[in-house]
């Protein structure tokens, strides 16, 4: 190996891991697929079912969103496939809602 190549610390397939639910943060039906949880922030997979809710709130770290399928709303603002989202820290955003569901890869850091 070459001493200028970087490390690799992890590497997860997400086709390897089953869907859980995602808890009583999210709405009833929502689920979740867990590919990095650490000290420095979390990476994850979240389902959105068809007609999601969730209220606006805010977090302590820095949240990005990229939509794999489907699509999303935050606020006025429609969020289709394809769509990359950079939230700062303690910024509210939302509410969400997401008529027809969606899949969406979610990081905190």
């Known amino acids: 190996m070459d001493a200028n190549e970087p490390l690799l610390d992890l590497m997860v397939n ?3 891991l089953e869907w859980k639910d995602a808890g009583k943060t999210y709405m009833r039906g929502t689920q979740i ?3 990095r949880e650490d ?4 990476t994850l997979l979240l389902k959105l079912p068809a007609g999601f809710r969730q209220e606006s709130h805010s977090h302590l770290q820095t949240e ?5 399928r ?3 709303r ?3 603002v429609e969020c289709p496939a394809g769509t990359y989202q950079l939230i700062h820290a303690n910024m ?3 509410p ?3 008529k027809e569901g969606a899949e969406i890869l979610v990081i905190w850091h």
């Open 96 to 98: 969400f809602t997401s």
């Open 39 to 42: 000290a420095g922030g979390r």
């Open 74 to 76: 935050m606020g006025d």
């Open 33 to 35: 697929k867990v590919l």
């Open 92 to 94: 509210t955003h939302g």
């Open 70 to 72: 489907g699509s999303y």
């Open 64 to 68: 990005q969103h990229f939509v794999i």
């Open 14 to 16: 997400a086709n390897d």
